[in-house]
T-cell receptor
């Protein structure tokens, strides 16, 4: 099946620094990728839709200047958390749409756990 | 608005059967997904229903009633490794998945 990877899997950083998270589709091309964040015991929240070759589409309430998204190629999207603060600590997950048999589904990356001190 | 309702937590015994219910309200409907999520990991795809009825896949089955805005995930012959959160995610008219908080399933020996 299709595989989506994320790097790093875990990052700890100081408040005020920027952190870049990479999402790669390993064996298929993804013109669109999705970025989610998940707080403990809470649902996945869609942050933005990353579009190859054009600007990302952000969900209401998500600061585009704080969460920079770049979809550099058909297999790579990056999320940069700029000037990170402790409240940005969360589990960030990316996904890419694909097909499993006849079903349109989402392939999720393993997630990146960000801890901001 | 869009809304997903699932029980927060359920407990079941190893070897038994458990049914996790989900009711939803979405703007349009393009099918419903069930995902499994182990603690600290990303969700993994379990099933997809777009037509009414029961879809069986091994130990897991999923049911959909579009008119009632209702789905359930049925897990048979429960194993300890089935302890996880189960996420019901309908897809709206924009093909966007709407996520609830999931149901935490605890399996006891």
């Amino acid at each position: 099946g299709a595989v989506v990877s994320q790097h790093p899997s875990r990052v700890i950083c100081k408040s005020g620094t920027s952190v870049k998270i990479e999402c790669r589709s390993l064996d298929f091309q993804a013109t669109t990728m999705f970025w989610y964040r998940q707080f403990p015991k809470k649902s996945l929240m869609l942050m933005a839709t990353s579009n190859e070759g054009s600007k990302a589409t952000y969900e209401q309430g998500v600061e585009k200047d704080k969460f920079l998204i770049n979809h550099a190629s058909l297999t790579l999207s990056t999320l940069t958390v700029t000037s990170a603060h402790p409240e940005d600590s969360s589990f960030y997950i990316c996904s890419a749409p694909g097909v499993a048999g006849d079903i349109d589904t989402q392939y999720f990356g393993p997630g990146t756990r960000l801890t901001v001190l | 608005g869009q809304n997903i309702d699932q029980p927060t937590e359920m407990t079941a015994t190893e070897g038994a059967i458990v049914q996790i219910n989900c009711t939803y309200q979405t703007s349009g409907f393009n099918g419903l997904f069930w995902y499994q999520q182990h603690a600290g990991e990303a969700p993994t795809f379990l099933s997809y229903n777009v037509l009414d009825g029961l879809e069986e896949k091994g130990r897991f089955s999923s049911f959909l009633s579009r008119s009632k805005g209702y789905s359930y995930l049925l897990l048979k012959e429960l194993q300890m490794k089935d302890s996880a959160s189960y996420l019901c995610a309908p897809m709206d008219s924009n093909y966007q998945l709407i996520w609830g908080a999931g149901t935490k399933l605890i399996i006891k020996p």
